[in-house]
């Protein structure tokens, strides 16, 4: 196969000038007679005699509005930092900094210095959505999740000590909302079946009387916690489900993309921040409530069809007839919910009594007698 001078000009232009000038040596120097054969100009062979082998630049020799050295260096060093694109990180350097950049000039500037996001693809290589943003409706779509927050791999090993030292709960129950990126969190010392009927029947619940009437699907992965993958156990777990309205739906973990990121903002500005802070579980309880309402109220979301809004503001933007105030859900340790609401959770099935349950059916009969 023959590549032309101009096919290889487009693939390697030093190497296509290194051709021409030995051709040019070939023939003795005889600019017109090199033209011919390579197809080119003589004013292209002079260049490639004469000029620099590689290309020069053509960025201009004055850009008087072009953005200050020192700033493009802190956007560069931001986005290798944070992992950030253009669009997030134009907002998060007005918040950090109070310095106001166009999302434009971000982008220009973070594609100047080659400053690339690896991007994970399914196997054919497309990008598909899981969900359908354009017609979801809010509180419709729910990911369940649960997370090991001793996490040797993502905590310093000083707050990891502090929270094995304090006892600090071990675990976080986190059911994310798709729509507005709300989140409703729980803890709690231990992990078993019992607290994750708990916690969702509560926060279905919660939702429930928050004038949220509409079909709920949540989606958890195949956790011990959560059915554990039978399908007995998942059926058992949707006939209980079903009096609230919502039925369970597992999916892999590695579709759990919304609430894992979520986990990820948990660790680098709650728990590094916040955990040495608590000396028992109810100080992290607290922070763990004022971490949640600056989510739900406060911190912008640049995840699909979010468009940096927060979630009350997303929630606002639908019109709906569902307040706000459905956002200050309250996190709670679900060994304390457990002991006031019973074994059965929120839904009791007609069950009388019970360890947790109080009744005065024993001390009546005691007085009977």
């Known amino acids: 196969m023959i590549v032309s001078y101009h096919e290889l000009r487009m693939i390697a232009p030093r190497k296509a000038r290194e051709v021409a000038r030995k051709v040019l040596t070939s023939r003795g120097g005889n600019v017109s007679e090199t033209a011919r054969i390579l197809g080119i100009s003589r004013q292209t062979v002079r260049r ?6 590689d290309d020069r630049s053509r960025r201009p020799g004055r850009s008087p509005r072009r953005t200050p050295k ?6 560069v060093a931001e986005a290798k930092r944070t992992r950030f694109r253009y669009r997030r990180l134009a907002a998060y350097l007005k918040r950090k900094y109070a310095i106001a950049f166009s999302e434009h000039t971000v982008r220009a500037i973070l594609r100047r210095n080659c400053v690339a996001r690896p991007k994970r693809r399914t196997k054919g290589g497309s990008c598909r959505h899981l969900y ?3 017609h979801l409706r809010p509180f419709s779509e729910f990911q369940l999740d649960t997370k090991h927050l001793l996490d040797q791999h993502a905590l310093p090993a000083d707050v990891y000590d502090h929270m094995m030292l304090r006892g600090l709960p071990r675990y976080e129950w986190h059911m994310m909302e798709v729509a507005t990126r709300s989140r409703f969190t729980a803890y709690s010392h231990t992990l078993n079946a019992a607290f994750g009927l708990l916690f969702v029947t509560f926060v279905l619940a919660w939702l429930r009387a928050h004038n949220v ?9 195949n956790g011990a916690e959560f059915a554990s993958g039978s399908k007995r156990k998942l059926a058992d777990w949707n006939g209980r489900l079903a009096g609230l309205d919502a039925f369970m739906d597992p999916i892999p973990p590695h579709l759990q993309g919304i609430v894992e990121n979520a986990h990820r903002a948990d660790d680098e500005y709650f728990l590094m921040v916040h955990a040495e802070r608590c000396d028992h579980a109810y100080a992290f309880l607290n922070r763990a409530q004022r971490w949640q309402d600056t989510w739900n109220f406060y911190r912008p979301n640049f995840g699909i069809a979010m468009t940096g809004k927060t979630p009350r503001e997303k929630l606002a933007s639908y019109r709906c007839l ?5 956002l200050l859900y309250p996190v709670v340790l ?15 099935e007609g069950r009388r009594g019970g360890k947790y349950v109080h009744t005065t059916c024993h001390r009546n009969q005691m007085k009977a007698r």
């Open 322 to 326: 569902i307040h706000e105030h459905i």
């Open 334 to 348: 679900l060994e304390d919910l457990f002991k006031a609401t019973g074994e059965s959770g929120l839904l009791h």
């Open 48 to 53: 490639a005699r004469d000029g620099d082998p």
């Open 70 to 75: 020192a700033y493009e260096k802190l956007i």
């Open 132 to 134: 359908d943003y354009e």
């Open 213 to 221: 009437r509409g079909r709920i699907r949540i989606q958890p992965d």
